[in-house]
């Protein structure tokens, strides 16, 4: 029978017990209303804080308190804190026996040992959700259980999938709507989830009303004559609307060089950048590229554009070319008939794939003729916005009605587009406003163009990484792009702390993407390729620039700081590695670069010419890693020297460290002469030759103090310009006449009345890096330099 109990000494004649007293021992002595708490509030408010006890406790005892506890917002009944006590309080009639001391003791170690099991359990729970776990409470009993209770309602929040063993509610779900894409003739557009196209099937009568059986075929024709009427008024009424504008680049066909230069031209584009950005199907574009020259009038609007800025990249590539070439083609007016198109008031024509495609070449143009690199970042938002808007970020087996070869080249073309946003958003140093849970399209196949084309009706197989074909560099690539777009929104994230830990685990994921790299092109260029294009050494150095370019972002901030905190020096020391090895790829400068046939002056060519990732081991992020490398260590070192009236040997530090420093310096001067080789063609880029012509002149003058820093700086910049004033009035009175009417070059009063101190170190360069304190304290003097220039 509930509350009674057999007496161990008369088991015939059992007795009632006594009802258990739920107060504590001191509230009871003092005729105190109990709270019934452990400790009770009582007790705790008693002048010199009463140690609160409790005898013959009970489950009736037990369980009022937890209640209490429960209202009070401190445990739970079903806590760990509570099943503790419950445990260690009802164990049996010893334990209710025990003294007031040796209980104490028993609760006392009993917290202790779930302050250690919660602390545990607390650091094993890493990530965003450890910052919000509650602070420890340490002063007192009541406060130990308070905050012990808060910290394991937490972790069960936290927690609950998988350590609560108990089943999360029922969830009331419903699938996805299937997503509709439209298609009218070659314009795309995909109806999302809360588009009425998706629920509009519901109104069946309306939806039916073409083929009702209720209508005979004259009431049929009649609405179809009724409805091409009212079309046909609508479309006199929206060109009335619209303003008439005049195409600035209409007669582009007249520009068109020969037939044998053009196949020279998109053979180079094919084997260099077309290969990595694979917005065309070669096959089919050779199909209509012959179909053009065929009858030239008939093509459409969109594959001129597209065949002239594949011109225009590849005569980059040209021997006898360049961007500012002896062929004299108008490259950049036809850049800019393209950007016109694009951004014409005719936004219906470039609603398709082939719209997407001439975006796409377009942004890579402007990249490679350094154009407009300011708004790159907007204009590849606004091509990352137009190929959702036509779908391509579903995977195209959310759509039955799509051809095997449109639903591949839709990956390629996705492909493309993420990797020249997330490319575009590294170098205007902003967010790419993407996630992975944005999309769901897959990876292009590894598949040689010949193995589909438009008859195919089921995509053969993908190939192994190790067999190359014509989408083998994309295919790696989107291996490696989850990683970096990590990376991209982890340098960009305004709302947390970056951390180092979490930097060189990204850190490690990208090495380990450029060893794979490195060891499949080893196996490629082992074996004899049968493919019309196969990979060089320029599609090597490019995607390994690629990868390493986040390398050098990401350890930017960490490296920056390696000088006051020996934590950051691994940091550093990646940092100037990845420098070094992008800085290798400038091999000894020909006399004329755009005269050598070989293919190993593609990868100069593109960086003299482009800009952003095309600029590769000449960009600012290689030339200001070495550069600061180079100044810290020197600086370091003169600040061992002894001070004193006996003047300082000029070579004193070349001598130590001249085992370290020579790599650095000679990887400078190696981009200093191809920096000088592109003056000299014409492309008028002073801002890294002056800054590099500044560097080495403050690294020979660091010995001798901060005055001659300043006065060789001051000199070496006054002869840098001079030397690029001499260049480029040489090119103007040696090149075509028509290259200054079409804006490619500025007159030498320009080039040095615009240079100013913002130009030089301003937009092309990472405002944050060069404003950080440790650039500003290497750099002190050869800013002030650049003030009167």
Known sequence: ??????????????????????????????????????????????????????????????????????????????????????????????????????????????????????????????????????????????????????????????????????????????PPLAPRLKCVGERTRLFGTTHWALIFHQLRLLCQVRSTASYTDSNQNEMSKLLREVRGLRRIIKSRQTPLLLDPAADLLNDLPSREICDELVRHYFRTLGLIYQVMHIPSFYQEYERFWGNSHSASTGFVRKLLLILAIGSIFHCKSGPFNELGLPTRRWIYAAQWWISGPFEKERESIEGLQVHCLLLLCRQAYAMDKESNWTAAGTLLRQAIYQGLHRDPSNFPAISAFDAEMRRRIWASILEINIQFSLDAAMPPLLTPEDYDTRPPANLGDDDFDRSTNDIPPSQPKHYYTTSSLQTLLCQSLPVRLRIARTINDCSNEQSYENALHLGREVTAACKEMAALFHTWFSRTSKSMFPPTQFHQRIMDTILRRFLLNLYRPFASQAARDPRFYLSRKLSIDSALILASYTESPTPDLYADKSPYRDFQRLALSGTGIFKGCLSLDVIIVISLELITQLEDESTTLPTGPAPVPPNAVDQKTENALNPLIRALERIKDHLYQGLAAGIPSMKRYCLLTGVLAQIQAVPQGEQAEWTHIREAFMDSMRTCRKLLQKHISNGPPGQVADGTLLTPSDVVCGFTPESAVGSSMDSEYMVSPKFIQRSEILGEALTYI
């Open 1 to 174: 029978m509930d509350g009674t109990d057999a007496d161990p000494s008369s088991p015939s004649n059992p007795r009632k017990r006594r009802r258990p007293a739920l107060s504590c021992q001191q509230c009871r002595a003092r005729k105190v209303k109990c709270d019934k708490e452990m400790p009770c509030g009582p007790c705790t408010k008693a002048y010199g804080s009463l140690k609160c006890s409790y005898v013959h406790e009970g489950k009736a005892a037990l369980d009022a308190r937890l209640e209490t506890s429960k209202r009070s917002g401190y445990e739970s009944p079903t806590s760990p804190v509570g099943s503790c006590i419950a445990a260690g309080n009802s164990t049996g009639t010893s334990v209710d026996r025990l003294s007031d001391g040796a209980r104490i003791a028993q609760l006392e170690s009993s917290v202790r040992v779930l302050h250690d099991r919660i602390s545990s359990l607390e650091n094993q729970i890493k990530g965003p959700a450890s910052s919000q776990l509650p602070s420890h409470g340490t002063s007192g009993s009541k406060n130990d259980l308070n905050g012990l209770g808060e910290r394991i309602a937490e972790l069960e929040r936290l927690s609950a999938p998988s350590r609560s063993g108990r089943s999360a509610p029922p969830q009331t779900t419903i």
